[in-house]
């Protein structure tokens, strides 16, 4: 939660108090038979002591976010700013309240943390089976940050300067995404696709993971190649940029 100022130290203490609590939030979060009867997880949660210890996580990770947010509220406020903050009297934009914001931060943190810790697996692995790759793009990092002994982080303008390793990341979602597909919507009315009729209420979505391995759109979709994301590269040539959609596209495109 680099954003907001605050660290939970999760990479050097596996087993800290915020680790440990995220965990366990996650763990249970999709258990069936609370999303089948959501009732106990309401007005009978009582009768489930288990379930009430998850409870309190959830209720302590929220107590984390709003003081997160007060706290970033006090420094903004204190902090010494050029900008000019007068604004236009027809301004009827109003800031986000602290639930609202709140709401904003659960999305990014819960969204982005398991994304991000997938695509980096992802990309290991890739990276180890693919030796040639990984040297690389190995090779581009000494170039741009050195080969010096100790902890460097790079600058925006370096992290700009990572042309392949960007690629990297790129072939890593498209061959192992976040998402295999996209939120399912009803259709409002018949509907005919490429000659298959659709009946209206029908319930469809994306196939995201089919997409990212058919043969139509890639060139062996199932072997690893950075290079299809080059620039005048493979992904250009597609008749359609919806050939590749590891965080969705268009206007609901995932912000994380």
């Known amino acids: 939660m680099d954003g907001f100022g605050f660290d939970f130290n999760a990479i050097n203490n596996l087993d800290g108090e915020w680790v440990t609590t995220y965990d366990d939030i996650a763990d249970n979060i999709a258990d069936f038979q609370f999303l089948f009867l959501s009732t106990f997880d309401t007005t009978l949660l009582s009768l489930f002591p288990a379930r009430q210890k998850h409870h309190n996580s959830v209720e302590k990770m929220d107590k ?5 947010i007060e706290h970033k509220k006090k420094a903004l406020s204190q902090a010494k700013t050029d900008v000019d ?11 986000l309240s602290s639930i609202e914001l709140r709401d904003e931060l659960v999305v990014f943190f819960l969204t ?5 810790a997938n695509t980096l697996t992802s990309a290991m692995y890739f ?6 790759i990984q040297k690389k793009a190995r090779d581009e990092v000494l170039r741009i940050l050195g080969d010096d002994y100790s902890d460097i982080s790079p600058t925006l303008h370096q992290l700009k300067e990572f042309k392949y390793l960007n ?4 072939e890593a979602v498209r061959l192992a995404l976040p998402a295999h597909s996209l939120i399912e919507r009803t259709v409002s009315r018949d509907t005919e696709i490429a000659g298959t009729f659709i009946p209206k209420g029908s319930l469809v979505k994306a196939n995201i993971l089919g997409l990212h391995y058919n043969p139509n759109f890639w060139n062996e ?5 950075p290079d299809r ?6 992904l250009e040539s597609r ?3 919806y050939s590749y959609l590891p965080f969705g596209g268009g206007y609901r495109q995932c912000i994380v």
């Open 64 to 68: 984390l976010f709003y003081s997160v």
């Open 85 to 95: 903050e007068r604004h236009d009297e027809d301004d009827k934009l109003e800031p």
């Open 112 to 116: 982005g943390h398991d994304t991000t």
């Open 127 to 132: 990276l180890a089976v693919n030796l040639d």
């Open 167 to 170: 690629n990297v990341m790129k």
């Open 221 to 225: 979709p199932a072997k690893f190649t």
């Open 229 to 234: 994301f080059c620039e005048g590269g493979e």
């Open 239 to 241: 008749s359609s940029i």
